[in-house]
């Protein structure tokens, strides 16, 4: 049996995981409400549930090493396996990647419990790093790279979207550093 996951995309469904009789009219409703966890829970509400622990959702952000730098934020429960398909070494990956291959990661965001929360999130980074003006270069000393300059204003980014959301449950990593 499969379950919708919204109204707005009936399209689209999941996996049944905690199967209800279908005799129960609400059936459908309670499902959806026992998937759901809100961002502020910690696992520990699972322990006792029939529904086995999901995979922690990720956001990160990649990095290309050619020219033209650029940079993608995205979604995965797997991050080293969508790095993989960024790169083109698996099937998979995002179109908009295809150009800037090979791809490092620079910073990875955990503990997100479910997809909402990790969509939700990626989409304000995106939206913050769009919205930052990027700084000018003032002189020469301070002069830097065009990927330190693109870390620099997602990390700027990534700093507001902290200051708009509760996130004080996620860990933060990053693997390239910036000033």
């Known amino acids: 049996m499969m379950r919708l996951i919204s109204g707005t995309f009936p399209s689209v469904k999941l996996r049944d995981y905690n199967p209800i009789s279908k005799k129960s009219p609400n059936s459908i409703k309670s499902k959806t409400c026992k998937t759901q966890v809100p961002i502020s829970s910690s696992s520990s509400s699972h322990e006792n549930s029939e529904i086995p622990n999901p995979k922690l959702w990720s956001v990160y952000l990649i990095l290309s090493t050619n020219e033209p730098i ?25 179109k908009a990647s295809s150009a800037g291959r090979p791809w490092v990661c620079a910073c990875i965001i955990t503990g997100f419990t479910c997809l909402r929360q990790a969509s939700s999130f990626e989409s304000k980074w995106k939206i913050f790093t769009r919205k930052l003006p990027r700084r000018r270069k003032k002189d020469k000393e301070e002069e830097m790279s065009q990927s330190e300059a693109l870390l620099q204003h997602r990390r700027r980014a990534l700093d507001k979207v902290h200051d708009s959301l509760e996130c004080s449950h996620l860990e933060t990593d990053w693997k390239i550093a910036t000033r």
Do not use: C, W
């Open 70 to 94: 650029k940079t993608y934020v995205g979604i995965t429960t797997d991050f080293a396996r969508r790095l993989k398909q960024h790169n083109g070494e698996i099937k998979g990956g995002a």
